[in-house]
T-cell receptor, first 110, second 116 residues
Framework: DAKTTQPPSMDCAEGRAANLPCNHS???????VYWYRQIHSQGPQYIIH???NNETNEMASLIITEDRKSSTLILPHATLRDTAVYYC???????????FGSGTQLTVLP | GAVVSQHPSRVICKSGTSVKIECRSL??????MFWYRQFPKQSLMLMAT?????????EQGVEKDKFLINHASLTLSTLTVTSAHPEDSSFYIC????????????FGEGSRLTVL
């Protein structure tokens, strides 16, 4: 039961901002949006999460639309090491599980 | 930050043998750990939820007698693939968190199993 929709792949030039979209039109009021990434042959890594407000940390920014039906993860200055599959996940504390969709393969080009 | 470690990172075994994969939380106690499986070019699929001191909860379609999970301490969960076959070849990943009311989990490095 996919709760998020992401483009399968995106390219970004090194040094430019990478903007990764995610649709989650059926998100409930108490569900959060989480972003993880998985570099090839490694375990996923937490990036950021949010409920309603935009969030920023040392890795990325998360922009959530006012209706919460979509969000965008922004890597402000992409590097080659940011090449990975990025997963957008809708999470609720009651489920206590992370369900991974197909994600977006981001390739940062030199 | 919190760290989850898996061992071994790679294992090759013969068909019919059993393989044990360990998942440790290095600097926090984890009453619950999650085991995922990932086939090539696919996403992670949750296999089971490992609970310290009690039986694991398996996702639909995952055979509990084939994938034995033991969570005997607050820092260690093990996944044993019994009577492994080539179709069990996969990337197995565990995860744990300090607060399961949040979705912030720490993942192990993964264990790549190849069954010949």
């Amino acid at each position: 039961d996919a709760k998020t929709t992401q483009p399968p792949s995106m390219d970004c030039a090194e040094g430019r901002a990478a903007n990764l979209p995610c649709n989650h039109s059926t998100i409930s009021g108490n569900e959060y949006v989480y972003w993880y990434r998985q570099i090839h042959s490694q375990g996923p890594q937490y990036i950021i999460h949010g409920l309603k407000n935009n969030e920023t940390n040392e890795m990325a920014s998360l922009i959530i639309t006012e209706d919460r039906k979509s969000s965008t993860l922004i890597l402000p200055h992409a590097t080659l090491r940011d090449t990975a599959v990025y997963y957008c996940i809708v999470f609720s504390g009651s489920a206590r599980q992370l369900t991974f969709g197909s994600g977006t393969q981001l390739t940062v080009l030199p | 930050g919190a760290v989850v470690s898996q061992h071994p990172s790679r294992v090759i075994c013969k068909s019919g043998t059993s393989v044990k994969i360990e998942c440790r939380s290095l600097d926090f106690q984890a009453t619950t750990m999650f085991w995922y499986r990932q086939f090539p070019k696919q996403s992670l699929m949750l296999m089971a939820t490992s609970n310290e001191g009690s039986k694991a909860t398996y996702e639909q379609g995952v055979e509990k007698d084939k994938f034995l999970i033991n969570h005997a301490s607050l820092t260690l969960s093990t996944l044993t693939v019994t009577s492994a076959h080539p179709e069990d070849s996969s990337f197995y990943i565990c995860s744990a968190g300090t607060d399961l009311n949040t979705g912030e989990l720490f993942f192990g490095e993964g264990s790549r199993l190849t069954v010949l």
